[in-house]
């Protein structure tokens, strides 16, 4: 049916199935043939059900255009193919109908167009709410949003010109009407350690390059701005440009974007002033003296000093030496400690990437106090995090990432696969269970506190140990992890790190994450107030600053997914050459494997594509009958029954539980909405009839005025009869029999008065009197 109607509807040309519920056989051999025969044919929507398959087609396509909007919007699922569009309008709709947050995760490899899609789905809502000078100032923000934080936490990497380093959950909140009246961003693992290295082939963020390529002359004298491969922080990968990305223009985009969300001219200055400073900063080198670290040249340090506003002794003290709380009988001192040129390297580097961190915040901090307002009613929350990677050697960074991707799949797991079950059993609904692999066996290896501790809760201990830098923490990490988890299935480990066996690979991990922390990080005062009070920027005596752990992020954004009603878009990698129509078969299938779409098909081909509970499912299909409409009023079950049977929907169509209705195929619940919409289409002519009517005797009424003022004492004789309705039956025919006998039976008499009647002489004739008809 489905396929038929975008046939007749549409006249395009069929590619695979839309639904891969609809598949033949269902095999991971059969998912990756029909994924690339959409993908070679331009259809890089595919849907599970309501779950949403993008594959990225690194290029541009002509689907998004207001076109498609107009196409979707208040559109069922089946009526058009798939398309992100179609989960963005369900999402809004279901928020105004069911009065519930939605949230949308959206997960895949990094590359696989994460971002793409979530800007998207930002841009279709923004579309389709509602207007006004308010709602608009929030929909350039949320908008304008992008570029900026693309800017300072996207990069180059060796598998996506844009990917993002930095996870962000952008909440758009609604008034009760669906307009868009304000938003907030969650930022989190942003990934610090870019800023002093990256990988070979490379860059760094965005900003760097922008400000390198865009900054005027004025802006290149006051800050030292040079060719990219004077920078010790950019010149290590040797990639400074990227195909396709103008760094010149996106820098304007930049600070239009800063312009936007409400960053002063001032507060600009004070920010590319910090980015350059952090450039500078790397360009500080040590040398050995005496065993203990001293700056190699004080003209490379004076500039970073003054850029970042840090007294320069103050700045060259703190670099290469730090105190240290000594307690020995019973006394306290704080003792002064030097360090060596790999300390003092380390140090700078640290300083680096907490200032770039804080600045972040900071910009963060803007967007939202741009876009807050003072209560909450609905929200539409859209995840994009940077996606599930695996290296030859993974950083802690990357390992905190892997760790909360691995938490979404637990949450697809938990709401797709277990949940969707478990609740057949609860509501007594004939069910033949599914296996699947549930991989909260992971998440507890790494978060579990106890019984065994998990490698976050191991990691915790020996940081809480340590010493100064933590020389000698690597083997005892190590030695820990393989005592307390070694014999654990999904754990290995060796000599030099240890590996995870997450759903999407083994991620090996190098033991050395928490050691980017020393005490002059944890004394730096927020950069908050170091842009709004530049004076008194970076006065290293020290506010402690600690923040949230890795762990806790994770579970923090769990929490507040699982308060929101969810929606999935698993995006998939087709090649890892970025180009057009290049599908690696391989590549494609271990995408599937491990995302579970076998299981998520069988599951939805199995089960049920809808279910609700009585109260709500009679209160959203009670207009379908009178008995029903306004309310049921008696038990909502037997409700349920009667309207499923005054519509005639077969009986294998769907099964009662205990507390909810279950739906099988789509289709069934596609008849159901339809009815609704033309039993409301009918009302809703029924009362534009009646307005209409009513509109157009006022307008009668008014043009009636209108006509008799126009003549109102300009009429020579019987002036005062232009003001007098028109009646017609001036004698009264109804209520006179005796008159009524002059009138023919079948003739009807449109105007009845008394007349005076002449003779041919002109003269009246006495006491005679006639009708004119």
Same mark, same amino acid.
């Given at each position: $049916?489905?396929?038929?109607?975008?046939?007749?509807?549409?006249?395009?040309?069929?590619?695979?199935?839309?639904?891969?519920?609809?598949?033949?056989?269902?095999?991971?051999?059969?998912?990756?043939?029909?994924?690339?025969?959409?993908?070679?044919?331009?259809?890089?929507?595919?849907?599970?059900?309501?779950?949403?398959?993008?594959?990225?087609?690194?290029?541009?396509?002509?689907?998004?255009?207001?076109?498609?909007?107009?196409?979707?919007?208040?559109?069922?699922?089946?009526?058009?193919?798939?398309? $992100?569009?179609?989960?963005?309008?369900?999402?809004?709709?279901?928020?105004?109908?069911?009065?519930?947050?939605?949230?949308?995760?959206?997960?895949?490899?990094?590359?696989?167009?994460?971002?793409?899609?979530?800007?998207?789905?930002?841009?279709?809502?923004?579309?389709?709410?509602?207007?006004?000078?308010?709602?608009?100032?929030?929909?350039?923000?949320?908008?304008?949003?992008?570029?900026?934080?693309?800017?300072?936490?996207?990069?180059?990497?060796?598998?996506?010109?844009?990917?993002?380093?930095?996870?962000?959950?952008?909440?758009?909140?609604?008034?009760?009407?669906?307009?868009?009246?304000?938003?907030?961003?969650?930022?989190?693992?942003?990934?610090?350690?870019?800023?002093?290295?990256?990988?070979?082939?490379?860059?760094?963020?965005?900003?760097?390059?922008?400000?390198?390529?865009?900054?005027?002359?004025?802006?290149?004298?006051?800050?030292?701005?040079?060719?990219?491969?004077?920078?010790?922080?950019?010149?290590?990968?040797?990639?400074?440009?990227?195909?396709?990305?103008?760094?010149?223009?996106?820098?304007?985009?930049?600070?239009?974007?800063?312009?936007?969300?409400?960053?002063?001219?001032?507060?600009?200055?004070?920010?590319?002033?910090?980015?350059?400073?952090?450039?500078?900063?790397?360009?500080?080198?040590?040398?050995?003296?005496?065993?203990?670290?001293?700056?190699?040249?004080?003209?490379?340090?004076?500039?970073?000093?003054?850029?970042?506003?840090?007294?320069?002794?103050?700045?060259?003290?703190?670099?290469?030496?730090?105190?240290?709380?000594?307690?020995?009988?019973?006394?306290?001192?704080?003792?002064?400690?030097?360090?060596?040129?790999?300390?003092?390297?380390?140090?700078?580097?640290?300083?680096?990437?907490?200032?770039?961190?804080?600045?972040?915040?900071?910009?963060?901090?803007?967007?939202?106090?741009?876009?807050?307002?003072?209560?909450?009613?609905?929200? $539409?929350?859209?995840?994009?995090?940077?996606?599930?990677?695996?290296?030859?050697?993974?950083?802690?960074?990357?390992?905190?990432?892997?760790?909360?991707?691995?938490?979404?799949?637990?949450?697809?797991?938990?709401?797709?696969?277990?949940?969707?079950?478990?609740?057949?059993?609860?509501?007594?609904?004939?069910?033949?269970?599914?296996?699947?692999?549930?991989?909260?066996?992971?998440?507890?290896?790494?978060?579990?506190?106890?019984?065994?501790?998990?490698?976050?809760?191991?990691?915790?201990?020996?940081?809480?140990?340590?010493?100064?830098?933590?020389?000698?923490?690597?083997?005892?990490?190590?030695?820990?992890?393989?005592?307390?988890?070694?014999?654990?299935?999904?754990?290995?480990?060796?000599?030099?790190?240890?590996?995870?066996?997450?759903?999407?690979?083994?991620?090996?991990?190098?033991?050395?994450?928490?050691?980017?922390?020393?005490?002059?990080?944890?004394?730096?005062?927020?950069?908050?107030?170091? $842009?709004?009070?530049?004076?008194?920027?970076?006065?290293?005596?020290?506010?402690?600053?600690?923040?949230?752990?890795?762990?806790?992020?994770?579970?923090?954004?769990?929490?507040?997914?699982?308060?929101?009603?969810?929606?999935?878009?698993?995006?998939?990698?087709?090649?890892?050459?970025?180009?057009?129509? @290049?599908?690696?078969?391989?590549?494609?299938?271990?995408?599937?494997?491990?995302?579970?779409?076998?299981?998520?098909?069988?599951?939805?081909?199995?089960?049920?594509?809808?279910?609700?509970?009585?109260?709500?499912?009679?209160?959203?299909?009670?207009?379908?009958?009178?008995?029903?409409?306004?309310?049921?009023?008696?038990?909502?079950?037997?409700?349920?029954?009667?309207?499923?049977?005054?519509?005639?929907?077969?009986? @294998?169509?769907?099964?009662?539980?205990?507390?909810?209705?279950?739906?099988?195929?789509?289709?069934?619940?596609?008849?159901?909405?339809?009815?609704?919409?033309?039993?409301?289409?009918?009302?809703?002519?029924?009362?534009?009839?009646?307005?209409?009517?009513?509109?157009?005797?006022?307008?009668?009424?008014?043009?009636?005025?209108?006509?008799?003022?126009?003549?109102?004492?300009?009429?020579?004789?019987?002036?005062?009869?232009?003001?007098?309705?028109?009646?017609?039956?001036?004698?009264?025919?109804?209520?006179?029999?005796?008159?009524?006998?002059?009138?023919?039976?079948?003739?009807?008499?449109?105007?009845?008065?008394?007349?005076?009647?002449?003779?041919?002489?002109?003269?009246?004739?006495?006491?005679?009197?006639?009708?004119?008809?």
């Amino acid at each position: $049916i489905k396929e038929r109607y975008h046939w007749q509807t549409h006249n395009v040309k069929q590619s695979g199935v839309d639904d891969m519920v609809l598949l033949a056989k269902i095999s991971e051999d059969a998912i990756v043939e029909n994924l690339k025969k959409r993908f070679m044919d331009d259809y890089i929507f595919t849907y599970i059900g309501p779950v949403l398959i993008s594959v990225n087609p690194f290029k541009q396509l002509p689907y998004f255009t207001d076109r498609e909007i107009d196409l979707y919007q208040g559109a069922a699922q089946y009526e058009n193919p798939p398309h $992100i569009y179609a989960l963005a309008d369900n999402m809004y709709r279901n928020m105004l109908i069911d009065g519930e947050n939605q949230c949308v995760i959206i997960s895949g490899e990094s590359g696989a167009g994460k971002t793409v899609a979530a800007k998207y789905i930002m841009g279709y809502v923004s579309k389709v709410s509602g207007g006004g000078p308010k709602v608009q100032h929030v929909k350039d923000i949320i908008l304008k949003s992008n570029p900026l934080l693309e800017a300072f936490g996207n990069a180059k990497t060796v598998r996506n010109n844009n990917s993002s380093r930095f996870g962000k959950y952008f909440e758009i909140q609604f008034s009760r009407g669906g307009e868009p009246d304000g938003g907030k961003i969650s930022n989190f693992l942003l990934e610090k350690s870019r800023v002093v290295n990256q990988n070979p082939g490379e860059r760094s963020f965005h900003i760097y390059y922008q400000l390198l390529e865009g900054a005027s002359p004025e802006q290149q004298e006051n800050l030292g701005i040079t060719s990219p491969d004077y920078y010790y922080y950019l010149n290590q990968s040797a990639a400074y440009k990227v195909d396709d990305m103008n760094d010149r223009q996106e820098f304007q985009e930049t600070l239009a974007a800063m312009d936007v969300v409400g960053v002063s001219g001032e507060e600009q200055t004070l920010v590319l002033q910090l980015v350059a400073g952090i450039l500078h900063l790397g360009n500080i080198s040590f040398r050995e003296s005496g065993n203990y670290a001293v700056v190699e040249s004080e003209d490379f340090l004076a500039f970073p000093a003054y850029l970042l506003g840090i007294d320069q002794d103050r700045l060259r003290e703190k670099l290469t030496s730090r105190k240290m709380d000594s307690k020995w009988g019973g006394r306290s001192e704080v003792i002064d400690v030097t360090l060596n040129v790999e300390q003092a390297s380390f140090t700078r580097d640290a300083l680096a990437k907490a200032l770039y961190a804080r600045l972040f915040d900071y910009l963060v901090d803007a967007v939202n106090k741009a876009m807050q307002k003072d209560h909450e009613e609905y929200n $539409i929350g859209v995840l994009d995090i940077y996606g599930f990677e695996i290296f030859q050697k993974n950083g802690f960074e990357q390992f905190c990432i892997n760790f909360v991707n691995e938490k979404l799949q637990q949450i697809f797991i938990e709401l797709t696969l277990k949940a969707e079950q478990e609740e057949y059993v609860q509501e007594g609904i004939r069910w033949s269970p599914i296996d699947y692999f549930n991989n909260k066996v992971v998440c507890d290896l790494i978060e579990n506190k106890v019984n065994p501790p998990g490698v976050m809760s191991i990691l915790d201990d020996v940081c809480a140990t340590m010493h100064a830098k933590g020389e000698g923490a690597d083997q005892t990490l190590l030695q820990k992890l393989q005592m307390v988890i070694g014999t654990h299935p999904h754990f290995n480990s060796w000599n030099k790190g240890f590996v995870v066996h997450h759903y999407a690979g083994k991620d090996p991990s190098a033991p050395r994450p928490c050691y980017e922390m020393p005490a002059l990080l944890r004394a730096l005062p927020p950069i908050q107030a170091a $842009i709004r009070a530049p004076r008194e920027r970076f006065n290293i005596e020290f506010c402690l600053f600690l923040p949230p752990t890795p762990k806790k992020q994770a579970n923090n954004l769990v929490d507040t997914l699982m308060k929101c009603t969810p929606h999935y878009i698993r995006c998939i990698k087709p090649n890892e050459t970025k180009r057009p129509r @290049d599908w690696e078969e391989s590549r494609v299938k271990h995408q599937v494997e491990y995302l579970g779409l076998r299981e998520n098909i069988r599951v939805r081909r199995a089960g049920y594509a809808y279910r609700r509970v009585f109260q709500k499912f009679l209160h959203r299909y009670a207009i379908l009958t009178p008995e029903t409409w306004p309310a049921w009023r008696g038990d909502e079950r037997r409700g349920v029954v009667h309207l499923l049977n005054s519509v005639n929907m077969d009986p @294998d169509q769907y099964q009662l539980g205990r507390s909810k209705v279950f739906i099988k195929a789509p289709e069934s619940l596609f008849l159901l909405e339809e009815m609704r919409e033309r039993r409301y289409d009918g009302y809703a002519r029924v009362i534009q009839k009646a307005w209409r009517k009513h509109v157009a005797v006022r307008k009668y009424i008014r043009m009636r005025e209108e006509a008799s003022n126009i003549l109102l004492n300009k009429k020579e004789r019987r002036r005062n009869s232009i003001n007098r309705n028109f009646m017609g039956d001036y004698v009264g025919l109804e209520s006179r029999p005796e008159l009524r006998c002059f009138v023919g039976r079948r003739e009807r008499v449109d105007f009845a008065d008394t007349v005076v009647k002449y003779d041919r002489r002109f003269k009246v004739s006495p006491g005679r009197a006639g009708l004119s008809p």
